[in-house]
T-cell receptor
Framework: DSGVTQTPKHLITATGQRVTLRCSPR?????VYWYQQSLDQGLQFLIQYYNGEERAKGNILERFSAQQFPDLHSELNLSSLELGDSALYFCASSDGHDAGELFFGEGSRLTVL | AQTVTQSQPEMSVQEAETVTLSCTYD???????LFWYKQPPSRQMILVIR??????QNATENRFSVNFQKAAKSFSLKISDSQLGDTAMYFC????????????FGQGTELSVKP
């Protein structure tokens, strides 16, 4: 158990809809990262938050947004969903140091029909 | 752009034997970190081993060791005494020194350990 909790574990929705994925980091970790794992794109970094502030951005679509709340949990919002958004979305957390180990959650499997 | 390449989509090994997974990367950075992550069927990403580019000594974690060749930009993973529980997808990942947490992953190698 990594200590990172993601909900929901599975989600099925229709094109055009909006979903929110939630992540609770390990106790004490200030940084949260979101990654997308899909068959065609592999594992891709989406975005990082550190203590409530956006720190780094990767290949995140404009239809996607994220935030980190004062209690350090994070949410990834996906809107106007397309079939190609079907993927496993991982959250990871770390203590925020550059060389710090990332601890991954079990992921949220999103299926868009 | 930095890229990570794993040229072996699938590999298999007999239980108790040794297997080596290959990884090459491309970067102009001098300082960075390299990782091997394991993703078993449970799908959770688990860190196997980490290497700092400035260290010449190859990292070792129990049955797992790496062969880090900085000039060749190569970072292979050796698993000794393979166990059934090692069956998983293995991902090689690169992280620039000043971009903590922003991992660049390879496409993965699916390893099957056979009894």
């Amino acid at each position: 158990d990594s200590g990172v909790t993601q909900t929901p574990k599975h989600l099925i929705t229709a094109t055009g809809q909006r979903v929110t994925l939630r992540c609770s980091p390990r106790s004490g970790d200030l940084s949260v990262y979101w990654y997308q794992q899909s068959l065609d794109q592999g594992l891709q970094f989406l975005i990082q938050y550190y203590n409530g502030e956006e720190r780094a951005k990767g290949n995140i679509l404009e239809r996607f947004s994220a935030q980190q709340f004062p209690d350090l949990h994070s949410e990834l919002n996906l809107s106007s969903l397309e079939l190609g958004d079907s993927a496993l979305y991982f959250c990871a957390s770390s203590d925020g140091h550059d060389a710090g180990e990332l601890f991954f959650g079990e992921g949220s499997r999103l299926t868009v029909l | 752009a930095q890229t990570v390449t794993q040229s072996q989509p699938e590999m298999s090994v007999q239980e108790a034997e040794t297997v080596t997974l290959s990884c090459t990367y491309d970067t102009s950075e001098n300082n960075y970190y390299l990782f091997w992550y394991k993703q078993p069927p449970s799908r959770q990403m688990i860190l196997v081993i980490r290497q700092e580019a400035y260290k010449q000594q190859n990292a070792t974690e129990n049955r797992f060791s790496v062969n880090f060749q900085k000039a060749a930009k190569s970072f292979s993973l050796k698993i000794s005494d393979s166990q059934l529980g090692d069956t998983a997808m293995y991902f090689c990942a690169f992280m620039p020194y000043n971009q903590g947490g922003k991992l660049i992953f390879g496409q993965g190698t699916e390893l099957s350990v056979k009894p």
